[in-house]
């Protein structure tokens, strides 16, 4: 891993029972980055290497990387699929959207549709939105009972556990953009007509909430950011910092991972192809 590497990844990750307060983070930090073009370039040239590590992670076909994006509406979920893995071969990547749980999915506990999505062997799982709604919005809204809740984030350090020690790297990532930004936002998409099916009256609903639901983030982030699923606090009113933040650290995490091409089990010179 370089320095630069490695100075991205500690300012933004959170360290296990870290007291984290959102409100003293800055949204618009761009320190560890240049100009806006150099970076947008070098995230691109990243785009591809984690291609490439996605190749051998799948040749390799015995772990997997689950990547879970949080954030609330606006702070660029979608424009981070769209750019981090926009070079990633489809066949070894699933993206999961996590909406509000259907009939099927009530009848079970919280975690039933989130361990059915996890990637397989070989893959990277990419979550959009994730079992952390049900500390986020099942909190501020009252959907759950607060001991319920209460029992959730240890419920949840320990699947989490389970699955990384059944092969899965995990890297969760909570997108921060401040309220002004969130506004700038929800107006584009009420002014744009090809927008319109981004907007939900039920956004600026939860726009009400935004105090709280910026304490329910702060207190999941100091429960759940583990030694073995760390957070990281993405900086994202700015896309381009947001994308270079996330595609450094999902390089990184791939190489640090280093999966191989398995060894053929024939010896090479032993065809010949007519
Ligand atoms: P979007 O990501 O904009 O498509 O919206 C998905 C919506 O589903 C968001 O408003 C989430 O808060 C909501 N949602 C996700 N998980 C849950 C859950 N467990 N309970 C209630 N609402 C949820
Ligand atoms: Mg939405």
Redesign the pocket.
């Known amino acids: 891993m370089t320095e630069l590497e490695r100075s991205i990844i500690a300012r933004v990750r959170v360290e296990p029972g870290e007291n984290v307060s959102l409100r003293e983070r800055d949204p618009r930090d761009s320190r560890l980055f240049g100009e806006e073009k150099g970076t947008k370039s070098a995230t691109a040239a990243l785009a591809k290497e984690i291609d490439a590590l996605q190749d051998r992670l799948y040749a390799e076909g015995s772990r997997a990387l689950l990547v879970i994006l949080q954030g609330t509406?606006t702070s660029g979920?979608d424009g981070t699929i769209r750019n981090v893995f926009n070079a990633t071969g489809p066949l070894g990547v699933s993206v999961t959207?996590?909406?509000?749980?259907s009939k099927a999915e009530q009848a079970h506990d919280?975690l039933w549709r989130v361990h059915a999505a996890c990637p397989r062997r070989g893959t990277i799982g990419i979550f959009?939105?994730s079992?952390y709604?049900?500390v986020?919005?099942?909190k501020v809204?009252n959907?759950s009972s607060p001991e319920l809740i209460e029992q959730r984030y240890d419920q949840i350090n320990a699947f989490e556990k389970h699955l990384v020690e059944n092969g899965t790297t995990i890297l969760k990532f909570l997108l921060h953009i401040s309220k002004d930004e969130q506004k700038e936002r929800l107006q584009e998409r009420l002014n744009d007509p090809r927008k319109h099916w981004?907007f939900?009256p039920?956004?600026l609903d939860?726009r009400t909430h935004w105090d709280e639901y910026q304490d329910a983030y702060d207190i999941m982030l100091q429960r759940c950011s583990t030694p073995h699923a760390p957070w990281h606090v993405i900086p994202a009113d700015r896309k381009w910092v947001r994308n270079a933040t996330i595609a450094t650290i999902v390089k990184a995490t791939l190489e640090e991972m280093d999966p191989q091409y398995p060894k053929a089990q024939w010896k090479p010179g032993a065809f010949t192809i007519s």
Request: charged residues 40%; aromatic residues 8%.
């Open positions: 509406d979920k959207p996590f909406g509000v749980p919280y959009n939105r079992h709604e049900s986020l919005v099942e809204r959907l981004k939900n039920g956004d939860d």
